[in-house]
């Protein structure tokens, strides 16, 4: 940075080898602190196979720059041992998601929301990773719950809004089928998430992803199963890149 102020190097250089600069080594975990500059979202941490005490000190350690940070994946014990540490009280447990989130960096806000449908309520807990997700990234996202096929009048009501939007994420279990039907009523992509939720032939949610993954719908790309998450980093990318084009052309 003192470099570019004294006009030694340009910011296009300085960008550059910030890009490269090294991570935090906690031991057991190698924190990317500029995951950020490389590819415009934060660190995220996956907490399942981690202790509490791993999960702590990688929470700490992104937290303690400033960033805002998501904790994916967290039973209700892991937030009540990070409360007790008294560190981080604008820490919430969000409990349908089952993620931590910190907001404590001011994000600029995407205008447009993505919609998250889902087929039925029981998808909500990865709809709502989802939300979650999209949500400290800087993107808005909305909610349309239980608009499947098995009742497609329901997800009628909702086209001219689903119209509106540049990505839409479809989140279904059982057969699947709704991010098919989603692909042929818009014009924007389709993210489909298939989900766990089922009868014994759903196979964990495999019967779902394998119609996903054979839509008719052309528009239509499909993440893992339960992977909210993903679809909302996706999305989001999407969404920023169709905002960033348009300033471009302003």
């Not at 991570?23 to 500059?37: K, P, S, Y």
Request: proline share 4%; glycine share 8%; aromatic share 4%.
């Amino acid at each position: 940075m003192e470099k570019v102020k004294a006009g030694e190097i340009t910011v296009e250089q300085a960008e550059a080898k910030l890009r490269h600069l090294p991570f935090e080594d906690l031991g057991f975990a190698r924190v990317d602190h500029h995951r950020q500059i490389r590819c415009g979202l934060p660190e995220v941490i996956y907490c399942p196979g981690k202790t509490a005490e791993q999960i702590i000190s990688i929470f700490s350690a992104l937290a303690e720059k400033g960033n805002n940070v998501l904790a994916t994946r967290a039973e209700e014990n892991i937030f009540d041992a990070l409360a007790k540490t008294g560190k981080f009280p604008k820490a919430r447990y969000e409990k349908l998601a089952r993620a931590i989130v910190l907001e404590q960096k001011e994000l600029s806000r995407s205008k447009i929301a993505v919609p998250i449908i889902t087929a039925g309520t029981s998808d909500l807990p990865v709809a709502s990773e989802a939300k979650v997700t999209a949500e400290i990234m800087g993107q808005p996202a909305e909610i349309i719950c239980d608009v499947g096929v098995a009742g497609l009048h329901r997800l009628l009501g909702q086209v001219e809004k689903l119209r509106e939007a540049n990505v839409i994420i479809v989140v279904a279990g059982m057969e699947g089928a709704l991010a098919s039907v989603v692909g042929g009523l818009v014009d924007c992509p389709v993210i489909a998430v298939p989900t766990s939720v089922g009868y014994g032939a759903n196979f964990g949610g495999v019967a779902a992803l394998l119609t996903m993954l054979n839509s008719c719908a052309s528009g239509v790309s499909v993440v893992n199963i339960d992977n909210g998450f993903s679809a909302a980093v996706i999305a989001t990318l999407i969404n920023r890149k169709i905002e960033t084009g348009s300033k471009n052309k302003q």
